[in-house]
Structure formats: C-alpha cells, structure tokens
C-alpha cells in the first residue's frame, strides 16, 4: 500500500500558468520534503516542513511555494512556470528532522511539463 | 561543502555480481544510504549504513564503508534484470544540514541477459 501518495502522476501546464502538486502520507510523519528531479541529475530539497515549521533551501527560487494545511498533506505551488521548471517533483517524508535512523520515504513523484 | 560523487554507468551480464560505488566529502556524515529509482518512478530505500560501521549485509546487498577514505560501495549479488535501475548514493549529517539528503547524480545500472 502506497504510504506516500502524489497527485498527479503527470501534470502539463502552460508557461506562467500557476500549478499545484499534490502530496499525502498515511505514515503520520512530522516531517514532509519537496525536492526537485531533473532528467538525469540528482534530486534537488526545495524545502521542508517540520510539523508546521516551513524550511526554504537558500537557493529555492521565490516561484516555488509550499503549504502544508494538516500533518498528512503537503502541496507544492509554482506561481509563474517557466520552461526550466519541467522536472519531476518527488514528496518524500521522514518521522523525525534528524537522520538518525529515520530514513525518508519517497512517494513516485509527479511529472510536471511546460507547454 | 557537502559532494557526493558517483560513476554514471555501470552494466553487467544477469548472474553477475555489480558493484556500485561512491565518495562523499563530508567527514561528519553520521548515515549514507542507497536508493534505488526504477524508471518513471520515485525513490526507494535499499539500505543505509551508520558511520560507526563498516559492512552491512541484507540478502543479496552488501554495503562497504571505508570511512577513512570516505568511499561506499553497494554490491549487489547474483544481479537480475530486475535490478536495472538508476542507484543514487546519499549522505547526511545529524547537525550540518539539519539531517537533510545529499545525494549523488546516480548510477544507472544496465544488466544485460
């Protein structure tokens, strides 16, 4: 049973029209990741939530918003996409911050492209 | 700053052993672990290793720590084509970036039948 689930698989919008990418997880995780996958290049960390606590990755252009309304959902808002932001966003969650053995489970992301 | 580096490529026959490796710079890492990305896909957690060990064994994947030299391996027994893949290396540290993943580029594992 899918414990990290993202909506949609696949997304297509337009250039500069704004998008939301949808994430939830069974798991009662505090802790919920956005990162940013480019074709064959490592993920990128967006930013995180630690509970309600919002983490922005210093170079997380200000395009990229993100809200976490209760503990099992977490979305990801592009206000103006631009062509360079075609990627796959992958959610991912973790019990605690700290890595100690608390590793992070990833749901299957949601392919965004940009017409 | 925090790297981690891995090879590209990597591709051997089915039934053969492969192993995959990595090197990281960040000598407080405390965890690195291996995932695993299946095409279309998201991240799936294959193992991890504590930085006070040097081998851990879970069935047929083997994970070598060699802190000194900061170089980890994932060696992957009797290779299916199952396995074929894209296998990322990741590091963190429990204080520097608050726990979060470092993560190499990825090795894209081929196995050939």
């Known amino acids: 049973d899918a414990m990290v689930i993202q909506n949609p698989r696949y997304q297509v919008t337009q250039f500069g029209k704004p998008v939301t990418l949808s994430c939830s997880q069974t798991l009662n995780h505090n802790v919920m990741y956005w990162y940013q996958q480019k074709s064959s290049q490592a993920p990128k960390l967006l930013f995180h939530?630690?509970?309600?606590?919002?983490?922005n990755e210093a170079d997380t252009p200000d395009n990229f918003q993100s809200r976490r309304p209760n503990t099992s959902f977490c979305f990801l808002d592009i206000r103006s996409p631009g062509l360079g932001d075609a990627a796959m966003y992958l959610c991912?969650?973790?019990?605690?911050?700290?890595?100690?053995?608390?590793?992070?489970?990833f749901g299957d992301g949601t392919r965004l492209s940009i017409l | 700053g925090e790297d981690v580096e891995q090879s590209l490529f990597l591709s051997v026959r089915e039934g053969d052993s492969s192993v995959i490796n990595c090197t990281y710079t960040?000598?407080?890492?405390?965890?690195l672990y291996w995932y695993k990305q299946e095409p279309g896909a998201g991240l799936q957690l294959l193992t991890y290793?504590?930085?006070?060990?040097d081998m851990k064994q879970d069935q047929r994947l083997t994970v070598l720590l060699n802190k000194k030299d900061k170089h980890l391996s994932l060696r992957i027994a009797d290779t299916q084509t199952g396995d074929s893949a894209i296998y990322f290396c990741a590091e963190s540290n429990y204080g520097g970036s608050q726990g979060n993943l470092i993560f190499g580029k990825g090795t894209k594992l081929s196995v050939k039948p």
């Open positions: 939530y630690y509970d309600k606590d919002f983490n």
């Open positions: 960040d000598s407080s890492s405390t965890y």
């Open positions: 290793i504590f930085s006070n060990m």
């Open positions: 991912a969650t973790s019990r605690d911050r700290a890595a100690v053995n608390q590793p992070q489970h």
